[in-house]
């Protein structure tokens, strides 16, 4: 499995030849191996890909991601015929028992409050109003626990005024990192062969990551912390590629120190297991770093 996250951010042809990317600069050249790949993210509309480069990357299963003129994540590429997906699998997706589904969901939402509560609690503020709503989950979260605890997570963290849906640096900023968390998902679910589309709470028809957007939730605080602690008027390039090593963040999961890529190749099978009732247990604890790091990113064109 692949280590290095490549991000492409200005004038550049992307191709493919023996075993190795290249990418071309108008100044540089750079030579990666396939094999070292585990995201390639297209930042820039000035930067154009073979479809040689494509097949190789889609064949060693590394995340691509191409971004709009604005430089947001606007597409992704996904294997078309993974690995190990087979009927017998795909058929077990559609009939996940719902017990299991439901388990799984709280289990999620109730990671998911806890981080925030981590993120509340790092930054010196209430946590209090969160552990309240904490409290009140149900199975299913059947009264929506998450989104009042958005509300009030979202103020708390970043002020009363902020609004999520407001067009600013800071939500680009979150959107940015949400985006490159859910590509890993997506990537651990293809990987493991099961189909992205079909959640086990989003169920829009429209959306083709419905499974992925369940599973990411109790990573988003991660984002969340690192956003948190940065000062910035503009949605700069450096604010991207320091989103994208949070892949490369050491934090706790389960017990175990690993950074984020691991552990999100480790919940994704692990969800997936149990949803397939191939085990009886689920665990889903994360905690985040006691203090915001700055990996530098593994290869930055």
């Given at each position: 499995?692949g ?12 191709s493919?030849?023996m ?5 071309q ?16 993210l297209v ?5 154009v ?5 494509l ?14 003129h ?31 589904i ?6 999620n939402?109730?990671?998911?409050i806890l981080n925030?509560?981590?993120?509340i ?6 946590v ?6 904490l409290?009140?989950l ?8 998450e ?8 103020s708390?963290?970043?002020?009363e ?7 600013s ?8 990192g ?55 008027d ?5 604010i ?8 490369d ?10 950074i ?13 297991h ?14 985040l ?8 990113i593994?290869?930055?064109?």
């Amino acid at each position: 499995m692949g280590w290095r996250n490549v991000i492409i951010t200005q004038h550049a042809k992307v191709s493919y030849s023996m075993n190795r990317i290249i990418v071309q600069t108008n100044t540089d050249k750079h030579v990666i191996p396939v094999s070292d790949i585990q995201l390639l993210l297209v930042g820039t509309t000035q930067a154009v890909i073979t479809s040689a480069a494509l097949c190789a990357l889609a064949e060693a299963h590394v995340k691509v991601i191409f971004t709009d003129h604005q430089g947001e994540p606007i597409s992704e590429v996904n294997d078309y015929y993974p690995t190990r997906r087979t009927a017998k699998l795909v058929r077990q997706q559609v009939a996940w028992p719902e017990s299991r589904i439901a388990k799984l969901w709280t289990k999620n939402i109730g990671s998911k409050i806890l981080n925030q509560i981590q993120v509340i609690d790092f930054v010196g503020g209430n946590v209090q109003p969160l552990v309240d709503e904490l409290d009140k989950l149900e199975l299913n979260d059947v009264t929506n626990r998450e989104a009042v605890v958005a509300n009030k997570y979202f103020s708390l963290l970043f002020g009363e005024d902020f609004y999520r849906r407001d067009f600013s640096p800071i939500n680009a900023a979150l959107n940015y990192g949400y985006a490159v968390l859910l590509s890993m998902v997506n990537r651990e679910i293809v990987m493991n062969g099961y189909l992205t589309c079909i959640g086990i709470h989003h169920e829009n028809n429209e959306n083709e990551f419905n499974l992925g957007s369940d599973l990411m939730e109790p990573f988003r605080p991660i984002v969340d912390q690192w956003v948190s602690q940065q000062r910035f008027d503009e949605f700069t390039p450096d604010i991207k590629i320091g989103l994208v090593s949070l892949l490369d963040l050491e934090i706790g999961f389960n017990g175990h120190q690993t950074i984020v890529s691991h552990a999100i190749t480790t919940y994704v099978a692990d969800c997936l297991h149990y949803l397939s009732s191939e085990t009886e247990e689920l665990k889903i604890e994360v905690k985040l770093p006691d203090e915001v790091s700055s990996h530098a990113i593994n290869s930055h064109v």
